[in-house]
């Protein structure tokens, strides 16, 4: 029998001494706590109890260090104390998963329906697995650290990315961690500098409607252990070094690795849901309630964690600390990171304290960091956003741009603003890289070609009879709802999607594609593919010649930006003709024209769809012209005088391959023609010079 020693509050979690185990937990409201052994994770009963009491105790942390355990050691907590208002408090009869647990075991036997009421769950519980800290090693395969105003993000979900007919992975990786690793000559092809990863962190694939499993992962079971299943075997303590194993590979081949992470929330939804970590170390400590004990919800999933608190707070700073420095990861998007910002009763704060600590923690300082700057309960601060180093996902640049697009009415103004940074939502002052994120689809709605292709969502496969996911899309089926046999539609389709994809490539701020956006991946109209772990999910790998000649122009548009980043994407903002700076005498920097059909005559009526812009220098005249033809019908755009001459770059009207053509063509008319719903970029002749695009 090993001896116990009274132990330390710190580190949390579970970490190897030289005499074996010292394991920490807060559990400020309890009276006592038992530390359950386990013999293995399947195991339905521990083979040894540890009564932690007053002596085990440091301020709010409890604490033991076991001798002659070690890294493999499988664990788990009963806490006991008093009941709470509103009916709250400790179920010594669940079997509690630590919230510092860096792996997890016993997937096979757990069930979450048993982790309710007051039934002992012992024989189907998770439990967590003593493993090393060891830090990432930074010195073989650094931080690629692009800077935003280089950055592209390409959002994608590790299983649905790495299945499907013709995936480029062995059977053995498919859905996996590793399997990702097969991917990255894709995604370096494709000219993405980052990636973003739906949550790795483990969740509960059972929190999911009956018949169907959890797929996205925004139900966090754990904010330190990475997700079971996409794991190559079975072995839980691999976990942490397949997950450094995908980081290494990214950082060698220069991409950046983002996280998307879910700290507003857990998968123990309200007080009728399952108790299996954090509820039963600290029900009011974790979760917003109000007096009577009522759950405070303003995530949409039954809770709404308290990160104002200072013991919920310096779990998160853990949690970003594991994946920051011990895992490698590069930065983190925030799932509704706004309610992050909210105080006791939901009030919204101006200087919330966890993103206070976050910025000014030295092992954060060069990771980037990404918001949702909107909760469920309202709250919206994009420009304003209380932190300084996040950025914000820019939700009016999508609805804006789509809408524009669609050919609804009142759009070229918001649209314009869009194009030149957002100043009306950015406090007058155009965005600068790393403010804002631009983005015309994510995960949550449709893809792009579905965007284009139905007027409605269809996710009755979801099994919530369609009343999941947002009713709001602001797409376009361009005649017939879903699939088409008709070739006009199909061309009218496909020449908006490039419209949607040029627009915001040639817009400032850092650009976000969806995984598949580039070769038309369809969803079948379903705008919330969160519980389909099938084709629906998955990423389309085997594409036809349409979408390998979408492909290509994605290529070639990013190839274009990074060529262009100085115009296109400046450090800093130059002058804009939207509110009527002329240029002045001589300048020192870059300005903007607005244009409609005629030179510097923008029409911003309410019934306008048609604008063009350019940008001009005081030693080179006008550099780059963009007209956009939103209407019906084709539309004349004069040119501003370029004296180098113009080069015709992108023209959406035109055949696939010709649209973005590797070798731009002189243009020497003195007008534009755009046809119905296209495109067209001008560059200045020698600005062409040096540019190179792929086939």
């Known amino acids: 029998m090993s001896s116990i020693r009274i132990g330390y509050p710190w580190p949390l979690g579970a970490a190897t001494t030289s005499h074996g185990v010292n394991f920490s937990v807060a559990a400020p409201a309890a009276t006592r706590l038992e530390l359950l052994l386990f013999p293995h994770g399947e195991a339905s009963e521990p083979d040894r109890v540890i009564e932690l009491d007053h002596r085990h105790r440091s301020g709010d942390h409890w604490h033991v260090e076991v001798e002659g355990v070690g890294i493999g050691c499988c664990y788990a907590y009963r806490v006991f104390g008093p009941i709470q208002p509103g009916g709250h408090g400790f179920n010594p009869s669940k079997v509690l998963l630590d919230p510092c647990a860096r792996a997890i075991a016993g997937w096979q036997s757990y069930r979450r329906g048993t982790a309710v009421g007051s039934v002992p769950n012992t024989a189907c519980c998770l439990k967590g697995v003593v493993t090393e800290r060891d830090r990432f090693d930074f010195v073989v395969a650094p931080r690629p650290r692009h800077s935003w105003q280089s950055t592209v993000i390409y959002e994608l979900h590790v299983g649905g990315f790495t299945q499907g007919g013709g995936v480029p992975v062995a059977a053995e990786r498919q859905g996996t961690l590793l399997g990702l690793i097969d991917t990255i000559p894709y995604l370096r092809e494709l000219g993405v500098t980052t990636i973003e990863l739906l949550p790795v962190m483990a969740f509960d694939p059972q929190d999911a409607p009956p018949g169907r499993l959890n797929h996205w992962g925004y139900s966090p079971l754990s904010w330190m252990a990475p997700h079971p299943a996409y794991l190559q075997g079975d072995d839980p303590l691999q976990a942490r070094e397949q997950m450094r194993q995908l980081v290494m590979a990214c950082h060698q081949a220069g991409l950046e690795v983002l996280l998307d992470v879910v700290y507003n929330h857990t998968t123990e939804g309200n007080q009728a849901g399952p108790t299996l970590s954090w509820r039963g170390f600290g029900d009011r400590l974790y979760y917003q309630q109000n007096e009577r004990g009522d759950y405070l919800d303003v995530s949409g999933c039954g809770n709404t964690i308290a990160a104002n608190r200072p013991l919920v707070r310096r779990l998160i700073l853990e949690s970003l600390r594991c994946w920051a420095v011990e895992l490698g990861i590069d930065g983190f998007r925030f799932d509704l990171g706004i309610a992050l910002s909210r105080g006791e009763q939901l009030a919204p704060l101006n200087d919330p304290p966890l993103f206070e600590a976050m910025e000014a923690d030295p092992e954060l300082s060069d990771l980037k960091m990404i918001s949702e700057p909107w909760d469920c ?140 956006d580039e070769v038309r991946r369809s969803q079948g109209g379903n705008n919330n593919t969160w519980c389909q772990d099938n084709p629906l999910g998955w990423m389309h ?66 019934w306008s769809h048609t604008l063009a812009w350019s940008l001009h220098d005081p030693h080179h005249g006008a550099l780059l012209w963009c007209g956009m033809n939103a209407y019906g019908k084709a539309m004349h755009f004069d040119l501003p005088p370029c004296p180098a001459g113009w080069m015709r770059i992108i023209d959406t009207a035109l055949p696939a391959g010709l649209d973005l053509p590797a070798r731009p063509e002189r243009w020497s008319p003195s007008g534009a023609p755009l046809e119905s719903r296209s495109l067209m970029l001008m560059l200045a002749a020698p600005l062409v010079k040096g540019l190179r695009l792929k086939g």
């Open 377 to 516: 309960g309202g709250l919206y601060r994009l420009a304003d956003f209380p932190a300084r180093r996040v950025a914000t996902w820019n939700g009016r640049f999508r609805d804006d741009l789509r809408r524009f697009w669609k050919g609804d009415d009142r759009t070229c103004w918001p649209v314009g603003q869009r194009l030149s940074g957002s100043p009306d939502l950015f406090t007058a002052v155009p965005v600068h890289p790393g403010q804002c994120i631009t983005f015309l689809t994510a995960h949550d709605g449709f893809t792009l070609a579905d965007l284009v292709s139905f007027n409605g969502k269809h996710n009755l496969a979801n099994g919530e009879d369609n009343r999941d996911g947002d009713n709001h899309n602001n797409s376009w089926n361009h005649g017939v709802e879903g699939p088409s046999t008709d070739n006009a539609i199909s061309v009218l389709r496909d020449r908006q999607i490039r419209n949607l994809l040029a627009s915001l490539l040639l817009a400032p701020g850092v650009p976000m594609l969806l995984m598949g």
């Open 541 to 606: 790998w085997q594409p036809d010649a349409e979408d390998l000649a979408l492909r290509t122009y994605v290529i070639r548009l990013l190839t274009l930006r990074r060529h262009l980043a100085a115009l296109l994407n400046p450090e800093a903002p130059f002058l804009d003709g939207l509110v009527e700076e002329a240029p002045g005498s001589e300048p020192s920097h870059l300005w903007r024209e607005w244009h409609g059909v005629e030179l510097r005559k923008p029409d911003w009526a309410s």
